[in-house]
């Protein structure tokens, strides 16, 4: 395999993380419009994205295998986890 066909894999791989991450951010300012983001969108995107590709790589090792739907419903759900936390702030 080449370098560019492992670019497109990588590519592929975090494709869930970086699509879910582009499309939570908007969607929470729609649906939590009352909270004050404490960080811009890209950097909660950014952090989102991070997050999701975190929870791609444990899924690829712990069942030695990507794309299983145990871990696609993870991602979702840390995904959502982490941008509800940033959309509540860092309060005291």
């Given at each position: ?79 959502a ?6 959309r ?5």
């Open positions: 395999m080449g370098p560019l066909d492992t670019f497109n894999h990588l590519l592929n791989f975090v494709a869930p993380a970086a699509v879910l991450a582009l499309l939570l951010v908007p969607m929470a300012r729609l649906l939590m419009p009352k909270s004050a983001p404490a960080l811009s969108w890209w950097a909660q995107a950014a952090i989102v994205f991070i997050v999701g590709c975190a929870v791609l790589v444990a899924g690829l090792w712990l069942q030695g295998r990507d794309g299983k739907m145990s871990t696609y419903a993870a991602l979702v759900l840390a995904s986890t982490c941008q509800w936390l940033l509540r702030g860092w309060r005291g």
